[in-house]
Structure formats: C-alpha cells, structure tokens
C-alpha cells in the first residue's frame, strides 16, 4: 500500500486559514485505512495507519501512560483498540513502567507494543549532554526498564527529551541502542523532542539512524509551520511519526469534550502523523479518544473551538528558548515552565519534582533580580512562575510518591 505522505506545498494547497493562522485540511484521509476489531463482543471500525517504514500497523490514537498509575483504565484501553502504550524509564519514578508489567503480565505478547524512553543527563541551558551521559548508563537504565516491564524487548526505545541537533547524534547513546538492538532488546530505534522540534527532527533524519520520532505538535505552537515541515521531511524518509501534546499540554486546559477532540483530530489531519499518544488518565478520557480513533474528520463546531481558543495561553510552554538569552541567571526556563504545567495541568508533583531536582538550580530561584528581564513570547509571568514551581524541592518525596 503507497503511502499518503503530504509535503509543504500540497499542505498548503488542501488547507484553509482560520482565525489566529490555524490551517484545517480538507482533502486528508478521504479513504482511511480501518481495520475492524473486536471490542467487547462488538465489531468496531478504526482508523489504522502504518508508521512508517517499521511497517507496524497502528490506530491513530494511542495510550501515552505518564500520569496513569490505574491498571484497570490501562487494561480498559488495551481491551478497546489501543495497542501502543507509551512510557519512559524515569516516569513516576520507574512506578509506570511497573504498572503496565502488571496490566501486560499473561497477555498475548503480540496483542500489544511498548514504547519506552531512557534520558541521559544534560545541560538545560544549552541541551548538550553532559557528565554522566554514558553508554553503559544508559544500558543500564533500559535494562531496569525491561525488569520493570517484565518482558525482553521493547517495540521501540527512545533517545528520549532531546533538543539540540548534537544530542540526536551523540555517540554513546547511538552505540548503547546499537548494543541493546543487536541484543534484542529493541524492535525500532526512536528520538523523542519536546522543544525545539524542527532542529532536532532534521537531525535526527541525518542520521539515519532512527525509525521514529516522538514530537510536539499542535494547534498553538507558534512554529508550527516549521514543526509540520520537518514532519514532512521526516515521513519522505520512512520515518514513522508519533505526536505528543496534541491538546495544549493536556486535557484540563481544554474546556470541553467538543475541543479536546477537535484538538486531537487537528494533529491528525496531517497524514504524516501516523499515530499520537494523548496522556488519559480518567475513563471519560478514554472515551474521548475512542471516539477519535473511529471518526478523525473535524466538523464546523470543532474548527470554531479552535480557532476561539488558538489565542488562549494555557499552561503550554512554546519551547521557543528565546527567554534562555534573556535570563542573567541562565535558569533553564523552558525546563521550569514544563514542570509547572505538570503540576497545574497534569496533577503530577512527582514528575515535577524529579525534574526540577534534576536541574540544579541555585537555591534562591528569581531572588536576585528586582524586575524580570525576561519577555515571553506566550505572555507568561515568567518570574512569579518560576519561584511557584521551585517550591516542589521543599515537599519530602514520601509525601509524593
């Protein structure tokens, strides 16, 4: 089967300009691929595309697991027509990947892939690897993973939360998936990039290396031309392509189930996006995101909900970096704001924490500048954020985890 891969001029061809610069697709998917599926004793019709050259068929919606510690919500999805469950060595503390193993344990292996993600240490300002970011660290982490899995491979590992084209490249994380993939511990080679997406996207098609790239897109990002380029490039090269942070970093910060999935619905509109690992944490959630799998195509009253809310700042960080050259501290504020919206958005101080404490930040956060120099392009109060979020180094970890 060819597949439907859409380049920039044929985007803009088949699109419509909305309020605020969103683009709605008109002509994408007019016969989707559905494969009919048993779900609970009934025959349900769902849309299926193929990521890319690993060949793996998948719906176009799947689980991403970070903030879901309830294995029934975990199996629910699976019995439903979820195949993908997503995760990473450093959520909830290892807790997540010992979740799903639970959920997995005496499952067909087949009926289900796992893709997980190991992060090497880095410096924040910059998005270089720094001291510690070995191959035999990171070999040791995926191997941790596998235990708390409780199985031998995983379908995809992930060079995870990369953001400089250097990083997509370095050579100890490239030998340690080389090892772990001739070991079998692997099926297909993966890069993850919250910020910085299209730098980092290029690079990692350069390579030549990986099979897929886990990314940001949705319908706020400023950059989102470039991100959707770069998208582009990537699926001419076979690269399957997974979408993260479809809904603005999450479901609370979307008013309605109407726009929750016009928001979902948006990122697939662009055929190039082969699937997107929406963080559910509640059954109603769920449902949201079954709804989509069987019905992708974006109705009038959705675009509207979009175009209304495209001006909204939310709780989602840009991830432009412009404000790092701004910051006499050189605080990684990108960093900062994502854990900001960890707590406020997706309830989870555990995950903040980690990342906050991972930074080394100095201990008087903001304390030193009378006035913040720094701009935001979203029109964030950076400075008042910044000194809310650090407070989670003082919470004892017994008290969270």
């Given at each position: 089967?060819?597949?439907?891969?859409?380049?920039?001029?044929?985007?803009?061809?088949?699109?419509?300009?909305?309020?605020?610069?969103?683009?709605?697709?008109?002509?994408?998917?007019?016969?989707?691929?559905?494969?009919?599926?048993?779900?609970?004793?009934?025959?349900?019709?769902?849309?299926?595309?193929?990521?890319?050259?690993?060949?793996?068929?998948?719906?176009?919606?799947?689980?991403?697991?970070?903030?879901?510690?309830?294995?029934?919500?975990?199996?629910?999805?699976?019995?439903?027509?979820?195949?993908?469950?997503?995760?990473?060595?450093?959520?909830?503390?290892?807790?997540n990947e010992e979740v799903i193993g639970t959920v997995i344990k005496g499952r067909a292996r087949d009926s289900y892939m796992i893709g997980s993600k190991v992060s090497l240490p880095q410096d924040r300002t910059t998005g270089r690897y720094s001291d510690g970011a070995t191959e035999a660290e990171f070999l040791k982490k995926l191997d941790l993973s596998l235990k708390r899995l409780g199985i031998d491979h995983v379908d995809i590992l992930y060079n995870h939360n990369v953001s400089?084209?250097?990083?997509?490249?370095?050579?100890?994380?490239?030998?340690?998936?080389?090892?772990?993939?001739?070991?079998?511990?692997?099926?297909?080679?993966?890069?993850?990039?919250?910020?910085?997406?299209?730098?980092?996207?290029?690079?990692?098609?350069?390579?030549?290396?990986?099979?897929?790239?886990?990314?940001?897109?949705?319908?706020?990002q400023k950059h989102v031309a470039e991100v959707r380029d770069a998208i582009a490039r990537a699926a001419r090269a076979g690269v399957g392509i997974v979408g993260m942070k479809a809904i603005r970093g999450g479901y609370r910060q979307t008013p309605s189930v109407r726009s929750s999935a016009a928001a979902l619905k948006w990122v697939l509109q662009d055929p190039n996006v082969h699937t997107i690992v929406p963080g559910f944490t509640t059954f109603d959630q769920l449902e949201v995101d079954l709804a989509v799998m069987e019905d992708i195509r974006l109705n009038d009253a959705e675009k509207k909900d979009l175009q209304k809310e495209a001006s909204l700042p939310g709780l989602y960080c840009q991830g432009c970096r412009e404000c790092l050259g701004q910051c006499v501290a050189r605080l990684p504020i990108p960093d900062l704001m994502r854990a900001y919206m960890y707590v406020y958005d997706y309830r989870n101080l555990a995950m903040a924490q980690d990342l906050v404490l991972s930074l080394g930040l100095p201990s008087g956060v903001c304390g030193e500048c009378d006035l913040c120099p720094v701009k935001c392009s979203s029109g964030f109060k950076v400075k008042e954020k910044m000194r809310d979020i650090v407070r989670v180094r003082e919470i004892p970890t017994e008290f969270i985890a």
């Open positions: 089967m060819k597949r439907n891969m859409v380049g920039r001029r044929d985007f803009m061809k088949t699109s419509l300009a909305g309020f605020g610069g969103i683009f709605f697709l008109s002509t994408v998917d007019q016969r989707p691929e559905e494969k009919l599926i048993d779900v609970k004793g009934k025959k349900q019709k769902l849309v299926y595309r193929t990521l890319g050259r690993t060949g793996l068929k998948l719906p176009v919606i799947n689980m991403g697991v970070m903030n879901s510690d309830n294995p029934n919500l975990i199996r629910t999805a699976l019995d439903s027509g979820i195949v993908l469950l997503d995760t990473a060595h450093a959520y909830m503390q290892g807790r400089h084209r250097e990083s997509a490249s370095y050579e100890p994380v490239l030998n340690a998936m080389a090892k772990a993939r001739k070991a079998g511990k692997f099926r297909f080679s993966g890069i993850t990039t919250h910020t910085n997406e299209p730098e980092v996207i290029h690079a990692a098609v350069d390579t030549k290396f990986y099979d897929v790239i886990l990314t940001a897109y949705n319908y706020q």
